[in-house]
């Protein structure tokens, strides 16, 4: 993956690299349970918490396995959200999309609207065949997500994750780029 942090606007919405002035924004959203309820993590309780994910950020991009946008808004630049790779295999052509939105801006279409742009990216840029998403059964916006995107559910994952002291099940979801033609 190239080191320059790529830009992407859409309509509403720029996605670009979180800076550490994007901790505050970061940390509004990551303290509330109804945002990271499916992530896996606890609700964020400082700053340091945000600086730390902002942390990862950086090094999945600089270690090539994934690359996460901050979602901001065009009108303001806040930092509402963030999407992208993770767990990226570039000699299998696939990576996993994650995503998380304010719940400020939820019923919006604006994490639609990121996770298309993202997507596009992954087909046309990292020259991704397959994109999987993993997802909590329980996590019914996410579902309707990316199902209104052309995902795929393959099947249940059970007690795929350790996480909060409990096992996940997860859905495996995906999109192929023969899907998106």
């Not at 999987?132 to 249940?156: D, H, Q, Y």
């Amino acid at each position: 993956m190239s080191t320059e942090f790529p830009v992407i606007s859409t309509e509403r919405l720029i996605l670009r690299e979180a800076t550490d002035g994007d901790a505050a924004d970061m940390l509004q959203y990551l303290t509330d349970i109804r945002v990271v309820k499916h992530m896996g993590l606890a609700p964020f309780e400082s700053t340091a918490d945000a600086m730390d994910e902002i942390a990862w950020y950086r090094s999945i991009h600089a270690e090539g396995t994934g690359i996460r946008w901050g979602i901001t808004l065009k009108d303001s630049g806040k930092m509402i959200g963030s999407c992208g790779f993770l767990n990226r295999e570039a000699r299998h052509f696939r990576a996993e999309i994650g995503y998380e939105l304010s719940h400020d801006y939820w019923g919006r279409g604006l994490a639609g609207e990121a996770l298309r742009a993202v997507v596009h990216y992954g087909f046309n840029r990292l020259q991704l065949e397959r994109i999987e998403a993993l997802i909590e059964p329980e996590n019914g916006p996410s579902i309707k997500l990316v199902e209104r995107n052309g995902f795929l559910r393959e099947g249940l994952l059970r007690h795929y994750e350790y996480t909060q002291g409990k096992f996940d099940d997860l859905y495996m979801y995906s999109l192929l780029k023969g899907d998106c033609t």
